[in-house]
């Protein structure tokens, strides 16, 4: 027992160390939202709102370790004789980011450069209420045919611009690989699945 716990000693001083250099954020944006199907029926993008927080937690002089939680609005249209119907789906998303930074942290008693980075992992999406609109036509929306948990990759580049307070301000695009089937369904054997480019801009304190 005693050694069990002399090895997860430095682990936890490590972890301590890195929560102490932790920084909290903020970030508001636009997701342009698609899907890639295997349907004839042709479909173009629909733009919804993005906004959540994150936890920078470094891990070395270039990279840290970033969860966010985050609302996303994803969706897709598709046209109906002569107009356009809008399907949007809302998620309440969980990722863990492994961000890389272009320019090493600095020592301390050193000014923050403006950092260029660039991240990656996994998305964990619960859905949540599901909306249709359009001009004339009466819209459907199937909750049986959309599965609750969405699963997806994101990765994307952004940059943060330190201030002079200790916050910095960071702009960000992100693109969503989404891999769970929206359609998976006894009822259906359509694949339809979540893609997504998602600029944003933030603030770090």
């Known amino acids: 027992m005693s050694s069990r716990l002399i090895r997860w000693v ?3 001083v490590l972890f301590l160390a890195s929560a102490a250099q932790a920084g909290p954020g903020v970030f508001l944006g636009v997701n342009f939202g698609s899907v890639q199907q295997d349907s004839t029926t042709p479909t173009s993008g629909a733009t919804g709102l993005v906004m959540g927080f994150e936890y920078d937690f470094p891990v070395g002089p270039w990279l840290s370790l ?4 985050q609302f ?6 598709f046209d109906v004789g002569n107009q356009k119907v809008t ?4 998620y309440f998303e969980h990722l863990l980011l492994l961000r890389m930074r272009f320019v090493g942290r600095p020592a301390e008693g050193e000014t ?6 660039f991240e990656l992992g996994p998305n964990l999406g619960m859905r949540g209420w599901s909306s249709c ?7 459907y929306v199937d909750f049986d045919l959309s599965p609750t948990v969405a699963l997806g990759v994101d990765f994307g580049l952004g940059i943060k611009f330190p201030m002079e307070d200790g916050g910095a301000f960071a ?3 992100r693109y969503h690989y989404g891999v769970t089937n929206l359609t998976n369904s006894a009822l259906s054997t359509a694949s339809m699945r979540n893609r997504g480019l998602m600029v944003t801009a933030g603030y770090d304190f």
């Open 72 to 77: 996303a609005q994803r969706g897709f249209s």
């Open 66 to 69: 970033v969860p966010v939680g």
């Open 10 to 12: 430095p682990a936890f």
């Open 87 to 90: 399907f949007t789906r809302s």
């Open 171 to 173: 702009f960000g695009a």
């Open 112 to 117: 923050e450069p403006v950092t260029p980075y």
């Open 133 to 139: 609109k359009a001009e004339t036509t009466v819209c």
